[in-house]
């Protein structure tokens, strides 16, 4: 049952690859809690490909939302990404070239950040070059218009699977049962 979710995954990291998605593999941390409720370290939290096939399929959902919610010309409340300011790209700039990398002029995709990324793997200082480059990057915000999503290269990004429920995906779902008659509750 699970070996072609798995090749499904294989799919869409392919297209992620292909579409030049910013590519920031930075570890999250994880709280260690005893018993007690006492905290006592911090570790880097593992990150294995049962966890990346769900965000693949988690976007790919919320890529199918705002999909369906145009065909059908109804309201929907996307995540937008702009690309970065040139303020930041200018700080960015000037930090790389202390590790002699170049930051090219007149950021278009994320593709061009992930130049640098891969430059990076295996440098002493790959974390704090990753740290920058997420740095370098505008705040995601929710908008009924669509700017499309520079980090995920993609033309379009609804915001469908939040993990904790938000006024926005509470929109795009009341839209989604609206617009395509699926009973009450909708907009």
């Known amino acids: 049952v699970i070996r072609p979710l798995y090749d499904a995954f294989k799919i869409l990291l392919k297209a992620r690859q292909k579409r030049g998605a910013l ?7 994880q709280i260690l809690i005893d018993d007690k409720g006492i905290m006592t370290g911090v570790r880097p939290r593992s990150r294995v490909d049962s966890h990346k096939l769900i965000e693949e399929f988690m976007v ?11 065909a059908k010309q109804a309201t929907c409340m996307y ?9 930041k790209l200018d700080r960015a700039r000037d930090f790389l070239e202390s590790f002699d990398m170049t930051l ?17 793997k295996g440098h002493e200082y790959s974390h ?18 669509n700017l ?9 990004y609804g ?9 926005a995906d509470l929109i795009v779902h009341r839209s989604l049962i609206r617009a395509y008659g699926l009973g009450d509750g909708g907009l």
């Open 60 to 70: 790919l959902a919320n890529v199918a939302a705002a999909t369906a919610l145009e």
């Open 128 to 145: 704090l070059i990753s740290e920058m480059v997420l740095r370098t990057q505008s705040q995601a915000v929710y908008s009924p218009e």
């Open 79 to 87: 995540r937008v990404h702009d690309r970065p300011s040139a303020e």
């Open 23 to 29: 590519d920031l593999d930075m570890p999250e941390r």
């Open 159 to 167: 915001h469908f699977t939040s993990p904790i429920r938000r006024y």
């Open 104 to 120: 090219p002029s007149g950021i278009a995709k994320p593709a061009q950040l992930n130049h640098i990324l891969t430059k990076a």
């Open 148 to 156: 499309g999503h520079f980090g995920l290269a993609l033309e379009r």
